[in-house]
């Protein structure tokens, strides 16, 4: 049996099992059938299947579902990856982005005492961190003073909202106390949010800083 012989009984078959071939034909491709196992199977198939159309997509169309199903993939990667980013910027947000504590009197308290130790005492909620600089000679109205500056930092961790994940502690009853070091020299405590970065790279200056920074503890 040559291949374009068995090409056309099954073009025909589709007409043969409906009964619409002429008598010629019908001989033909049932002889062709006793011999031939390969259009023997297509037949029985179509049989089978009462010759229900089953419409091929076309090459096209099966690329752009190709593509599309990559693109599918490719989004559902770009996705989890996403969701890792947010999920590991939330984590560092939430444990590490430390935020400046704005000055209050009721929960920043800077005193001396009786061993002449400087002293600042934090009563907040939430605490992250304390910076605070040596003393440094600073010039305030036309006097030099030897200024140290101090800040508190929270992180979200940190804040009042942990007591729902952390019921442990009561974060309110606890007190951070943190001693000046060399603080005999120092003649004055400013409260303000410094980078030492910003003042290696010239964007910021101590003075300026005491500008905006609030007395809160003087000799
Ligand atoms: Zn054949």
């Known amino acids: ?23 010629d034909t019908k ?62 910027g939330a984590f560092s947000y939430v444990f590490y982005y430390e935020t400046v504590i704005p000055y209050s009197k009721s929960i920043i308290r800077v005193e001396m005492q009786n061993d002449n130790q400087l002293i600042s005492h934090y009563f907040g909620k939430s605490y992250a961190s304390v910076n605070e ?21 929270e992180t979200i961790a940190d804040s009042p909202s942990r007591n729902l994940i ?11 106390s943190w001693k000046f070091a060399d603080s005999g020299k120092i003649d004055a405590v400013y409260y303000a949010d410094f980078d030492v970065e910003k003042i290696i790279a010239g964007k910021d200056s101590w003075d300026a800083i005491l500008k905006r920074a609030e007395l809160i503890w003087e000799k």
């Open 133 to 153: 600089t040596a003393p440094m000679p600073l010039e305030i109205d036309g006097e030099k003073k030897n200024v140290s500056f101090i800040f508190y930092t």
């Open 27 to 88: 001989e033909m491709v049932k002889e062709h059938l006793q011999h031939c196992d390969k259009c023997q199977q297509e037949y029985d198939l179509m049989k089978q299947d009462l010759y229900l159309p089953v419409e091929k997509p076309s090459p096209l169309f099966n690329n752009i579902s190709k593509k599309f199903r990559k693109k599918k993939v490719m989004v559902s990667i770009v996705s989890v990856l996403v969701t890792l980013f947010i999920t590991a």
């Open 166 to 176: 952390n019921n442990e502690k009561n974060l309110n009853e606890q007190e951070y």
């Open 1 to 23: 049996m040559n291949d374009i012989k068995c090409t056309i009984i099954q073009d025909v078959l589709p007409l043969y099992i409906d009964e619409v071939v002429s008598q």
